[in-house]
Each structure stands twice: as C-alpha cells, then as structure tokens.
C-alpha cells in the first residue's frame, strides 16, 4: 500500500514518529508521502526532513490555503528551488479553505493561480485541498493544464466526474468508512478503478475502528478494505490499482 498523503512532521507525532513509521511498514505500506506544508511559509521543508531521513518517504511542497497570506515574491523561488529535490515530486497541498478563511479569499486565489502555475511550468503534478469551495477550485483548474490528486476527496458522484474530466486522481481517506458518508460512498462504487488512490492525512481524520483517535498511516488498511468492499472486488485489486496509480500520476511511470 501507498499512503498517498499524511503529516508525519506534525507534533503529535514527536513521542513516536520512528514507533509510528515501523507499524506503517509493518502492516504493509510501501512509502508514505510527507505533505511539505508544514507551518507555512518561509519553511518550506517540513516534508523533506522527513523523506530525507526515511527511505519509506517521498515529498512534497506547497503553501496551503490557510497560509496563502504569509507568502511572498521569496516564497515562491524558493518552491521552485526546492523542485529540484530528488524526492519532492508535486507541489501540494495547495487550493482554496472557505470553511476556517485563515487567509482572505482573494489571497487564496492568488496563492493557488501562482502555484499552479509554476506546476505547468514545472511539469509537476498537484495535490489539491478544497473545502467549501468546490466551484472556485475547479474554475482555477479549469484555468491551467496540470494534473494531480484531490486530496482526501469527500465530494459527491457528480463532483467526482466533473473532477475525472479535469484529469484529476480522486484520493479517498478515512471519512469513506464514515457510516453516514453515503454521497461518497456512491462516489467510490462509481469511480473508475484506475483514478483512485488512498490515503490517510495523518494525523487528521482516522477510519473506523479508529475514529476519533490520532490516525497514522497503518490505519490505511481500513480504508482500502471498505473500498473493496464498496466496488464488491478484493482487497489485494485496491492494492493493486492504487499502488499502480500513484506511480502514473505521481511518478509519471
């Protein structure tokens, strides 16, 4: 298994990061991806320290919504700069917050449009954050030739199938073995096979059994057994697709 997404340099893991990532590997998760958003700007490297330091990791970089508003002109050169790093693959997690608007809208926008466009420049791929703000992500995307992941996506079948004609990798978290998450749970029947990916936004948003606990990324299993179980196939076929797909969309191989 691939954990597409987590925040392993997030304090909650500072008692037993090293304990945390050994149980990762020891219930199956071949590499994790260190989302290098961090505290925002000017660190720009939180996900490098951790891919630096753990052949299990990848990386990448990005200023999230929430600190659109601490960024400047040396924020973005050196997100550029830092593109160059062997193990940081996509700028990310960038796109717009509505629902806390740590950073005024506008300045949301400008922070997302930047870094998108550096993407297209770059040829890297995006993971993409949007919460209550759905039209806004998607006109920006609309906007820009990239692809990439929408992180943790908890939106509906019609949302997703506008995403999928973007070209856009939809990531299912923890919230999919949510009971009550119908909406998405028809999404994830629907969605074809070779767009999906998992994740688990460590330390955010733990599957059943785990709900309401700090997550890590060995509670993955959760998550891809109830996607099996949606789309009625095998655990060992989500597994397999999901590994398969990360490398075309991320590694671009």
């Known amino acids: 298994m691939i954990d597409s997404h987590c925040h392993l340099d997030d304090a909650a893991f500072d008692a037993d990061r090293e304990e945390t990532i050994q149980r990762a590997v020891d219930a199956g998760v071949e590499l994790m991806v260190a989302i290098g958003?961090?505290?925002?700007?000017?660190?720009?490297?939180?996900?490098?320290?951790?891919?630096?330091?753990?052949?299990?990791?990848?990386?990448?970089?990005?200023?999230?919504?929430?600190?659109a508003v601490k960024a400047t002109p040396e924020t973005w050169t050196r997100l550029e700069e830092l593109l160059a790093h062997p193990k940081v693959i996509a700028i990310g997690e960038i796109g717009l917050?509505?629902?806390?608007?740590?950073?005024?809208?506008?300045?949301?926008?400008?922070?997302?449009?930047?870094?998108?466009?550096?993407?297209?420049?770059?040829?890297?791929?995006?993971?993409?954050?949007?919460?209550e703000a759905w039209e806004?992500?998607?006109?920006?995307?609309?906007?820009?030739?990239?692809?990439g992941i929408l992180h943790c996506f908890t939106g509906n079948?019609?949302?997703?199938?506008?995403?999928?004609?973007?070209?856009?990798?939809l990531s299912f978290g923890g919230v999919v073995t949510f009971p009550k998450a119908?909406?998405?749970?028809?999404?994830?029947?629907?969605v074809?096979?070779?767009?999906?990916?998992?994740?688990?936004d460590a330390p955010y948003l733990a599957p059943v059994p785990n709900r309401?606990?700090?997550?890590?990324?060995?509670?993955?299993?959760?998550?891809a057994k109830r996607l099996a179980e949606l789309r009625g196939i095998g655990i060992d076929e989500?597994?397999?697709?999901t590994t398969e797909n990360f490398h075309r969309v991320m590694l671009q191989n």
């Open 97 to 131: 917050d509505y629902h806390y608007d740590f950073s005024p809208r506008e300045v949301q926008r400008d922070a997302f449009a930047r870094q998108l466009t550096i993407a297209a420049e770059r040829g890297k791929p995006i993971v993409i954050h949007t919460r």
């Open 238 to 241: 989500i597994v397999c697709a």
């Open 37 to 67: 958003t961090g505290k925002g700007p000017p660190d720009l490297e939180a996900g490098i320290r951790i891919a630096d330091s753990h052949p299990r990791f990848l990386a990448t970089v990005g200023v999230h919504p929430h600190d």
């Open 136 to 147: 806004d992500t998607m006109a920006l995307l609309e906007e820009h030739r990239v692809t």
């Open 182 to 190: 119908s909406e998405l749970h028809e999404a994830a029947r629907t």
């Open 192 to 200: 074809p096979l070779d767009r999906i990916l998992i994740e688990t």
């Open 157 to 169: 079948r019609e949302q997703a199938e506008q995403a999928l004609a973007l070209g856009f990798y």
């Open 212 to 223: 309401g606990k700090r997550n890590e990324p060995a509670f993955i299993v959760h998550t």
